[in-house]
């Protein structure tokens, strides 16, 4: 785990309730505004923590994309809020931060929840996405809706552009990225892969993984690994796409809210 971590932004919900935190990571080019919807309902029966990575949202901005580097960052945001331990609930690149966190940090992971990924290498077309946000011309754009109609010419479903573009904001010099695009571009083929674990590591505590049934992130060839790294785990598939807990919010908070309840 590095040292050099940096302040998260976060916002908290729930926070009268007691028992273990729950922490809500979001995945690449997104930030904790992904989870709100979710958090709100869970923050009904826990408290809810959910913070910007680095790179995303609020956060501040750094060359290093490594799970090391964004573990350490929320192993430091628990220490801020005197959390000794959490259950990461992670989607994406968040569910691969929480597996890093709990498989080097052990301690801190009460459960650990991975949503629709597992610890494997990826290939995709993320990277033509990113070429396509930072090819737009934002010094000549005016109104956000111009900024779409041009990314809809290499971007062409508009769920997909939605989800670009709320990274995009208005400030004093105009249109800019909010995310540190340029760094998170470069470091892709990081963010694609997941690092070796140091040697015997595994996270031997509950660990759920909720997947959907129309992705093809988490595929039967890549459970041995999951089985290995994760050896006490539960698979649930929910009819959804990559974005399980948005296509299947009630869905989601039922498996979730099963595995926390003691047996």
Known sequence: MVNSSIKLHYREFGTEN??????LLHGLLGSLVNWQTIARRLAQRHRVVVPDLRNHGRSPHHPD???????GDVVALLDELE???????GHSMGGKVAMWLALTRPERVARLV???IAPVRYEGSLGELMDAMLAL?????????EADTLLAERVTHPAIRAYLLQNLVRTDAGWQWRTNLRALREGLERISDFPDPPAGARYEGPTLFIHGTRSDYV???????????????TLVALEAGHWVYAEQPDAFIEAVERFLTPL
């Open 83 to 89: 959390i000794p331990e959490a259950v990461p609930v």
């Open 18 to 23: 007691g028992g273990t935190p729950l922490l």
């Open 114 to 116: 991975v949503v629709d």
């Open 219 to 233: 595929k039967p060839e890549y459970l041995p690994r999951m089985e290995q790294l994760f050896p006490n785990l």
């Open 65 to 71: 994309v490594s799970y090391p580097a964004m573990a």
């Open 137 to 145: 011309p934002l010094e000549r754009i005016e109104r956000r809706a």
